[in-house]
């Protein structure tokens, strides 16, 4: 009897005690790391930047003189430097933003041809040179961001300094063939429009590409397409 209870309880012992013996072989279970979130480019904010580029177009160059001349143009062509600054506001996908800048320019071209009244050729010839100092815009900016990459359109007004100078071939003055005036330096209102597309290379520096069309309130005077290039640093990144 002694024996065939020692027998039960030892059986009883070795049963409590193999699940303690298997948690003892068992390796500690141990967490994943939690993932890392990936940081989503941002272009809200205020920026400053310069660009430059080249422009190319025509003017009508007689329009300093009087508007009953024949329609003639001057192509002209030259580069441009400047500063650029803006702010603007991403929402999901969509920006929304406002641009300005001035460039410099050296925008300019010649020309020499006989002049024309209703269709009536003059009996003197015109020595043409049309000049644009500076330019200056104030724009909208409507875009579409993936990440760092942002591509968008653009449109606002425009004003250019402009300078017209008219002599006859002979080197006189407009004055001394009768003309009422032979040179003229103003500034143009116009409207500009355009495209571009720009890439954040830094969570702050960002890099531009832009095509912009500017004409005059006369869409008869100046035509002008500028390319350029740009890099802006804004602030209040990522």
Same mark, same amino acid.
């Given at each position: 009897?002694?024996?065939?209870?020692?027998?039960?309880?030892?059986?009883?012992?070795?049963?409590? #005690?193999?699940?303690? *013996?298997?948690?003892?072989?068992?390796?500690?279970?141990?967490?994943?790391?939690? =993932?890392?979130?990936? =940081?989503?480019?941002?272009?809200?904010? %205020?920026?400053?930047?310069?660009?430059?580029?080249?422009?190319?177009?025509?003017?009508?160059?007689?329009?300093?003189?009087?508007?009953?001349?024949?329609?003639?143009? %001057?192509?002209?062509?030259?580069?441009?430097?400047?500063?650029?600054?803006?702010?603007?506001?991403?929402?999901?996908?969509?920006?929304?933003?406002? !641009?300005?800048?001035?460039?410099?320019?050296?925008?300019?071209?010649?020309?020499?041809?006989? =002049?024309? %009244?209703?269709? /009536?050729?003059?009996?003197?010839?015109?020595?043409?040179?049309?000049?644009? !100092?500076?330019?200056?815009?104030?724009?909208?900016?409507?875009?579409?961001?993936?990440?760092?990459?942002?591509?968008?359109?653009?449109?606002?007004? *425009?004003?250019?300094?402009?300078?017209? !100078?008219?002599?006859?071939?002979?080197?006189?003055?407009?004055?001394?063939?009768?003309?009422?005036?032979?040179?003229?330096?103003?500034?143009?209102?116009?409207?500009?429009?355009?495209?571009?597309?720009?890439?954040?290379?830094?969570?702050?520096?960002?890099?531009?590409? !832009?095509?912009?069309?500017? #004409?005059? /309130?006369? /869409?008869?005077?100046?035509?002008?397409?500028?390319?350029?290039?740009?890099?802006?640093?804004?602030?209040?990144?990522?």
């Amino acid at each position: 009897m002694m024996k065939h209870l020692l027998l039960t309880t030892a059986s009883l012992l070795a049963l409590a #005690a193999a699940p303690l *013996a298997q948690a003892a072989d068992l390796s500690p279970v141990t967490k994943a790391p939690a =993932p890392i979130p990936v =940081p989503v480019y941002n272009w809200t904010g %205020i920026y400053l930047g310069v660009n430059g580029g080249g422009a190319w177009g025509r003017q009508d160059p007689l329009n300093v003189i009087t508007d009953r001349f024949d329609e003639f143009t %001057i192509n002209f062509s030259g580069g441009l430097v400047g500063g650029t600054a803006g702010a603007q506001i991403q929402i999901a996908h969509v920006l929304l933003g406002f !641009e300005s800048d001035i460039d410099w320019t050296g925008i300019s071209g010649r020309a020499t041809f006989t =002049p024309t %009244i209703l269709g /009536v050729a003059q009996p003197f010839l015109l020595n043409a040179k049309t000049s644009m !100092e500076w330019l200056g815009t104030a724009r909208a900016r409507v875009g579409y961001a993936q990440d760092n990459w942002l591509f968008y359109a653009t449109g606002g007004a *425009a004003v250019i300094g402009a300078k017209t !100078e008219l002599a006859t071939a002979a080197g006189f003055v407009c004055n001394s063939v009768g003309i009422i005036s032979c040179s003229d330096s103003k500034k143009r209102v116009g409207a500009a429009l355009g495209a571009g597309f720009e890439y954040g290379f830094t969570p702050n520096w960002s890099a531009k590409l !832009e095509y912009l069309y500017v #004409a005059a /309130v006369s /869409v008869e005077v100046s035509h002008l397409n500028i390319v350029r290039a740009g890099i802006n640093y804004r602030f209040g990144g990522n």
